[in-house]
């Protein structure tokens, strides 16, 4: 035995046949040469059994092999034939001379000779006469049965196996017809994907109708209720102005001088309407701002209404003067008080309290004429209005540098922006106007900054302050498969603190919907390209609305009026002017804002190109400041406009002010007797004896003017060199680390690992088509597939399973393509806020999940049905499962370090590449070596060797030959699940790490 099995390993170069016996060949056979014959040794020859290289000559006594045994063609022993085969004797056919059911023949010139037994066993291709045949079984190797009906037997089988219920079998079947199962799986699983779309999506209309009828019964009883206040309020003041009348006739009537009515002598106990009507009443010189923030009277008393009043005509007449709100400071993470009475739970308290707390503050605006600014000041001294930290930027001769090209951004720019005040920023187009904001949110990258930014007086560095920052970009970036209260609510889950009672969430949530004027739509998706939502100038304001509910200290904003109409514009600006009364530090650009929208503004920066200062100050006095210079704005022209088409150049001074658009800048410095350049002094020297004659050119670089014109290959360095510092200044910046001194304690993240994960279901059910086309593809794939693929039982179906790798692999990275790459922006506005990185990225994953587990079911209810291999449908669902998860990895890495196109290039190209790599037969040491850096291997390996494991018996030989030529092994089944899944890791943690690295900021 040990002889005959060691000949398949050491191959013979013409021969046909062992070698023990010498005289063996093709022309000239001798007895103990005939293949099926056994013959025996001499009496008196010894024999060593254990020894496999001395093996003595058989030549005498020859007999047929016996029934049950084969005997190889040069070695006369006869060998057992294994389980699952059929060796009788063989019968000789006259027409051809061969042995059936064998295929050898009688010995050359012997017609006489019989034939004898089975010649050879071996690997199904060279001996499958003696494998015992499809549709029969074979207890022994001498007994063959036919299949009875109701079972199948496969090739080798050595019992008939019943069929599973539902499948039809007939006699003499080679194998169970299960497609049945197949289209009951897919019944079942696409029952259960409807159910859960579809009793989710219910489930979720039904919350947000039961909740929206809460909503609008608390609003209806709150608007009731500040009805019958009012009504109330107007009949106490009606009979306290009759009993007022009645005094004052009753004085007069009964007093013995005569009495002299005084307004001021009328005093009631509501003096809101004398407050109201009183505009001219004198105001205090002396008067202090900072009264704004005196504390609170006592219980029973009221603050004397000529000191407000005299602070809002101060405002008015002096802006200047007004400094902001000076509010103490608030610990951030207490808890507010909340009304007393017992602790609201339900959702119909939550609501009347916010909307009671909603219709107050619209009576307390409605009675200071409607937000107009002299009214609303009075709301400072309101007590119940929260307190935020205050954040005070002050820069001083802040100058940006594009490092690339050496090029000025920003020059020389001095300035504050206070607390409680509304700054906008304007200037003409390549002003600097977002890179200014940009420099003060600390984001300004691949730029040499140089000057100060001082946080409150301090050096500290802007981004320990990120969590009450907020910066609203340009462009709308928000989620269009949300709908604007979900968009916000989120934002409010994440943002504010943790301690913060949720009552008081909703009041901040209901009040900026309230004040963004966006409850017509609140319950409306925002809409994306592909499907429309809500309109353009409400797509603005959600994307506005997301900082304002964090409720920030410092809120930034990029062009927030672009796109919107006049009214539009007024509504954002007075949603913002509740703000600033909270003491928020609101800076903002704008471009050429209408008169009324300009004189909402508190505080103006005037940027010229090449980004230096024409004007810092109040917005009242820029036309004053202006007219001083001699530029004086027509009539019926809006002054901002007039201004930038100055800076410009499009419009030109009036020639008797002899003040050039170039000026300007020089003009504010010496002003406010600002340091200049030195490459400006002379322009400064020529401006204090002259101002007609200098005319300065004031470039962006002047230091370009001495440089020399460089070669080719040393702008090519340049380039080179500028581009990995700017990329090295983009993961420092990303890695930047500083202490937190925002004093707001965020959700951690776990908690906010559960806010994504609501949020991305509500999203992934949303998208429940494109989920239902992915998996309709991989079913019709699997189909496909399954009936053409035709299983082969010498290489265990490894052709079936490559296709399948390259299919699955397919489809499942491009649709994990989405997870990533459709929210880059969204993440990195996100991040750049202060939300947590590893719960978005733990969400994702979590969720894709369950397509990790559906998929693989989707796919084999109709490759495995179809192909009907010998493994187990578990087996081929675990290898199905761990290539998916390795799979969607490998999809993440793409998508994070990719473009769309780019990403599903690649994800086209690699399973298709890799798959060829691994599935190829005859391989070099070095493609031996890149296939095992490749997942299909691994996958290809696992799902062989499944199979391989269900043949054994008669099959030992071809399973063995087959598992060497392509070098797997039938014990590394468990290391190609491990390796699988740790590919699958291994990616997410790259790609994990390359989104926080290479993210924009």
Not at 185 to 204: E, F, G, H, M
Not at 657 to 666: A, D, T
């Amino acid at each position: 035995m040990k002889f005959y099995f060691n000949n398949f390993f050491q191959p013979s170069s013409i021969d046909n046949y062992l070698k023990p016996n010498k005289n063996c060949n093709l022309t000239s056979w001798v007895s103990g040469c005939e293949p099926g014959w056994a013959c025996s040794i001499g009496p008196n020859q010894p024999v060593d059994l254990e020894n496999s290289k001395e093996i003595p000559a058989r030549t005498r006594s020859c007999q047929a092999c016996c029934e049950g045994f084969f005997c190889p063609h040069g070695l006369t022993c006869m060998i057992p034939c294994p389980l699952g085969s059929h060796c009788p004797l063989s019968r000789l056919n006259r027409a051809t001379g061969v042995c059936e059911p064998y295929s050898y023949q009688l010995p050359p010139g012997q017609q006489n000779h019989t034939c004898g037994g089975a010649n050879i066993w071996a690997d199904v291709g060279s001996s499958s006469e003696i494998f015992c045949s499809a549709g029969s079984y074979c207890p022994t190797t001498v007994q063959k049965n036919s299949c009875s009906s109701g079972h199948y037997c496969r090739m080798g089988s050595t019992s008939e196996t019943p069929c599973f219920k539902l499948t039809s079998c007939n006699a003499n079947s080679p194998s169970q017809n299960i497609h049945a199962y197949g289209i009951m799986l897919i019944a079942a699983l696409t029952t259960l994907l409807l159910i859960i779309y579809n009793c989710s999506d219910q489930v979720l209309t039904t919350r947000e109708r039961r909740l929206a009828k809460s909503r609008e019964a608390a609003a209806r009883s709150a608007r009731e209720t500040a009805r019958a206040h009012q009504r109330w309020k107007a009949a106490k003041d009606a009979a306290k102005k009759h009993a007022s009348g009645l005094q004052a006739h009753f004085s007069r009537t009964f007093s013995r001088k005569k009495y002299v009515t005084h307004p001021e002598q009328l005093k009631i106990l509501d003096q809101a309407k004398s407050e109201i009507d009183e505009d001219l009443y004198p105001t205090s010189s002396n008067a202090s701002i900072t009264s704004l923030a005196s504390p609170a009277p006592s219980k029973g008393k009221k603050k004397e209404p000529n000191d407000l009043m005299q602070i809002m005509h101060e405002i008015e007449d002096d802006p200047g003067s007004y400094e902001g709100i000076s509010l103490e400071f608030e610990d951030p993470n207490t808890k507010r008080h909340m009304p007393k009475g017992k602790e609201m739970n339900t959702h119909s308290q939550i609501f009347k309290y916010a909307y009671a707390q909603i219709e107050k503050e619209k009576a307390m605006q409605q009675q200071n004429k409607d937000l107009t600014f002299s009214g609303v000041v009075s709301l400072a001294t309101n007590t119940e209005i929260k307190k935020r930290p205050l954040i005070e930027i002050s820069f001083k001769d802040l100058t940006l540098t594009l490092k690339a090209k050496n090029k000025h951004l920003l020059r020389c720019v001095t300035g504050k922006i206070k607390p409680g005040r509304i700054t906008a920023v304007m200037g003409p187009s390549g002003a600097g106007k977002t890179t200014f904001l940009s420099a003060l949110a600390g984001k300004a990258i691949g730029c040499r900054m140089t000057g100060l930014i001082l946080i409150n007086g301090k050096n500290e560095s802007i981004h320990s302050y990120k969590k009450i920052i907020g910066f609203v970009p340009q462009d709308d970036i928000v989620h269009g498969n949300l709908t604007v209260e979900e968009n916000l609510w989120f934002s409010a889950h994440c943002r504010l603190s943790a301690f913060m009672p949720k009552p008081d969430k909703v009041l901040i949530v209901e009040r900026v919907i309230e004040s963004l004027g966006l409850q017509s739509v609140r319950d409306s998706m925002v809409g994306t390209v592909e499907k429309r939502g809500i309109s353009g100038g409400q797509r603005k304001r959600v994307n506005v609305g997301l900082e304002m509910v964090m409720e920030p200290s410092l809120l930034i904003l990029d062009e927030p009026t672009s796109g919107l109409d006049s009214a539009s514009s007024q509504l954002l600006l007075r949603a913002l002017r509740r703000e600033a009364l909270e003491g928020v530090n609101i800076c903002m650009v704008v471009h050429q804002p209408s008169y009324a929208l300009f004189k909402m503004f508190d505080d103006l920066v005037l940027l010229a190109k090449g980004g230096l200062i024409v004007y810092h100050g109040p917005v009242k006095k820029v036309e004053e400041y202006f007219a001083g210079l001699g530029i004086r704005v027509p009539e019926r022209v809006n002054p901002p406009d007039h201004y930038i088409d100055i800076l410009e150049g499009i419009v030109t001074s009036n020639a008797s002010s002899g003040v050039n658009y170039k000026e300007l800048p020089l003009r504010w410095m010496h002003h406010n007797g600002y340091p200049m350049p030195p490459d400006m002094q002379k322009y400064a020297a020529g401006l204090v004896m002259s101002p007609v004659e200098a005319n300065p050119d004031l470039r962006s670089n002047p230091t370009d003017t001495g440089m020399g014109e460089q070669s080719f290959a040393g702008e090519l360095w340049q380039d080179v060199k500028s581009n990995v510092e700017l990329h090295r200044d983009k993961i420092r910046h990303n890695f930047l680390k500083s202490s937190d001194l925002s004093y707001r304690r965020t959700p951690g993240v776990f908690q906010q690992y559960r806010y994504f994960l609501g949020r991305i279901s509500k999203q992934r059910l949303r998208e429940a088509k494109i989920q239902a086309a992915d998996y309709l593809i991989l079913f019709l794939a699997g189909a496909c597939l399954g009936s053409i693929t035709k299983p082969s039982d010498q290489t265990f179906g490894a052709t079936g399973y490559a296709h399948s790798i390259i299919a699955v692999s397919l489809l499942c990275k491009i649709a994990a393509l989405r997870t990533f790459s459709l929210e880059k922006l969204q993440y990195w506005r996100e991040s750049a806020s202060g939300m947590s990185s590893v719960a978005y990225f733990l969400a994702k994953d979590t969720f894709d999940h369950f397509n990790t587990v559906v998929k693989p079911v989707v796919y084999l209810s109709m490759f495995y049905f179809f192909t009907n291999p010998r493994s187990s449908f578990a087996d081929n669902y675990i290898v199905m499962l761990c290539l998916v998860y390795c799979v969607t990895g490998i999809a993440y890495v793409l998508a994070i370090f990719f473009e769309p196109g780019p990403a599903q290039l690649w994800s086209v190209l690699l399973p298709v590449v890799l798959t060829l790599i691994a599935s190829q037969p005859n391989k070099s040491e070095v493609l031996k070596f890149v296939a095992k850096l490749c997942y299909p291997n691994w996958a290809l390996e696992a799902f062989v060797i499944a199979n391989a494991e269900r043949y054994y018996g008669v099959w030992l030989i071809t399973r063995c030959g087959s598992l060497m030529k392509t070098g797997y092994n039938l014990h590394y089944w468990g290391l190609c699940i491990f390796i699988l899944i740790l590919i699958g890791l291994v990616s997410r943690v790259v790609a994990f790490f390359g989104m926080i690295t290479f993210q924009k900021k």
